[in-house]
């Protein structure tokens, strides 16, 4: 866990911020990383693993029955934590986007008037009706072309930076996981290392595409990670969940 927040520190120091949004190619690579830590690419990623810990070749109902109470369990958690996050932290601290400032440099338009938009659906919309105004191919960042794929993540991404949800949901995760293989199977270095490395791709992906600074998925990465210590040292964790062996 150290590891890897020290991995997404590094970001801290190095430029990446926006480094693959002007190459087709390096942007959809890293759009796509981006979406496994999306609501659908986690939802994918639950299913997935509450079958794993949940199944049993001794009895269908059994494993239905775990499968469902363990997706529901972490789903809950995930989505307490989101809300908390989106809702509340976010609308709080209301810091911009890398990407909306670069976007209101490069436009014109003011930043305080977009978040003016109560909803994240009428900022985008919003930020759609500016850009369908102007050549796309006129929108530079640093002085060079942002391309389709990366305008298109940055029209969507309309809420507030800090600290980055993504990274929180990533790291979370990658806290959960290993412990309920550890208790379930009795085995999670290699659940930890996979994890840790995807939501460490993850907070890079935000910073690449420009979407979050370095002190967002930072931040991010060990406020998730916190949450998730917090919820197993509490016990709440394997009372939630069944994770006793089948």
Known sequence: ?????????????????????????????????????????VGVFLII????????????????????????????????????????????????????????????????????????KERSAYLQSIISKVDQRKITIQDKYITSEALQVWIKESGYSFPSGHSVTAFLLAVLIPYLFKIRYNKHKLATTLFFIWATAIAYSRVLLGVHSAYDVTLGAIWGEIIGNILILSGLVD??????KA
């Open 239 to 244: 009372k939630l969940m069944i994770t006793n």
């Open 49 to 120: 693993i509450s079958f794993i810990l949940s199944y049993t070749s001794k009895a269908i109902k059994l494993t239905f029955k775990k499968f469902a109470i363990i997706l529901l369990s972490i789903g809950v958690i995930l989505g307490a934590v989101a809300f908390l996050n989106e809702h509340l932290i976010k609308e709080r601290i209301k810091v911009e986007r890398p990407s909306v400032k670069s976007l209101s440099t490069s436009l014109g338009f003011n930043s305080n008037d977009y978040y003016s938009y109560p909803t994240k």
């Open 1 to 41: 866990m150290v590891i890897s927040v020290i991995a997404v520190s590094i970001l801290l120091i190095l430029p990446l911020e926006n480094r693959v949004i002007f190459d087709s190619t390096l942007a959809h690579i890293w759009i796509i990383i981006t979406n496994t830590g999306s609501t659908v690419g």
